[in-house]
């Protein structure tokens, strides 16, 4: 019985760790949706308004990977 639960349990485990390998981060905040956000499509864009405001370094990576635009509110 013990080795019939190991293995979909493996794949569960496994499933859940490589999604979380490819999401955004949880803490993340969402942009706002409007035009300047729509618009932004590098780094540089966003640090035109955002540059005094970021709790982290600039130079961590894609904004617009971590920041997506928040739809529905």
């Keep these: 019985m013990k080795k019939l639960l ?4 493996s794949v569960v485990l496994l499933s859940l760790c490589l999604s979380c390998a490819v999401r955004r981060p949880f803490a993340a905040p969402h942009r706002g ?3 300047a956000h729509r618009s ?4 540089g864009d966003c640090l035109e ?4 405001d970021m709790p ?4 961590r990576g894609n904004c617009l990977k971590c920041h ?6």
């Design 56 to 59: 982290h370094s600039p130079d």
């Design 68 to 73: 997506r635009i928040e739809v529905g509110r």
């Design 40 to 43: 932004a499509k590098t780094v």
């Design 49 to 52: 308004c955002h540059r005094d």
């Design 6 to 9: 190991v293995a979909p349990l």
């Design 33 to 35: 949706d409007t035009e």
